[in-house]
């Protein structure tokens, strides 16, 4: 097992989807159910904070950027520094075509950006655990 993969071959793959959307979170959680994840969905940073201390623990967390409460890379700098017992796979979701610093991204914590519209396949495929039911495909 790899520092990100904290799952236990019987189960599906725990995600975090942390997005202010309402329409774009319930589509994508959707469509991860549907690709054998188990998702929970919040809609802001403080939401997500909470929902990684209070919860399950999560093996991916996808983060939107533009958040209503705070940044999409600040929240992935606070998960990095929360005392957890496995380090989550965290990607970064954004609508902006932006210049991102790879030290930077590895910096605050984040594995991978993608880039909106997401292409659900290519999401699925880069993750950890490729097809995303238990322990990937």
Same mark, same amino acid.
């Given at each position: 097992?790899? /520092? +990100?993969?904290?799952? $236990?071959?019987?189960? $599906?793959? *725990?995600?975090?989807?942390?997005?202010?959307?309402?329409?774009?979170? &319930?589509?994508?959680? &959707?469509?991860?159910?549907?690709?054998?994840?188990?998702?929970?969905?919040? %809609?802001?940073? =403080?939401? =997500?904070?909470? =929902?990684? =201390?209070?919860?399950? $623990?999560?093996?991916?967390?996808?983060?939107?950027?533009?958040? %209503?409460?705070?940044?999409? *890379?600040?929240?992935?700098?606070?998960?990095?520094?929360? &005392?957890?017992? +496995?380090? %989550?796979?965290?990607?970064?979701?954004?609508?902006?075509?932006?210049?991102?610093? %790879?030290? /930077?991204?590895?910096?605050?914590?984040?594995?991978?950006?993608?880039? &909106?519209?997401?292409?659900? +396949?290519?999401?699925?495929?880069?993750?950890?655990?490729?097809?995303?039911?238990?322990?990937?495909?």
């Amino acid at each position: 097992m790899s /520092e +990100h993969d904290p799952n $236990p071959a019987h189960r $599906p793959r *725990r995600i975090l989807l942390v997005d202010d959307n309402a329409d774009g979170r &319930k589509a994508m959680t &959707k469509v991860l159910a549907l690709q054998g994840f188990e998702v929970t969905d919040v %809609p802001d940073g =403080a939401s =997500a904070l909470e =929902a990684l =201390a209070t919860g399950p $623990p999560f093996d991916i967390i996808l983060i939107d950027m533009l958040l %209503p409460d705070i940044d999409g *890379r600040d929240v992935a700098r606070q998960v990095r520094d929360l &005392k957890l017992d +496995h380090h %989550p796979y965290v990607a970064l979701i954004t609508g902006w075509s932006f210049e991102a610093d %790879p030290q /930077e991204l590895a910096d605050c914590g984040i594995d991978q950006v993608f880039l &909106k519209p997401v292409d659900i +396949h290519e999401l699925v495929k880069r993750l950890p655990g490729g097809a995303g039911g238990p322990g990937g495909a």
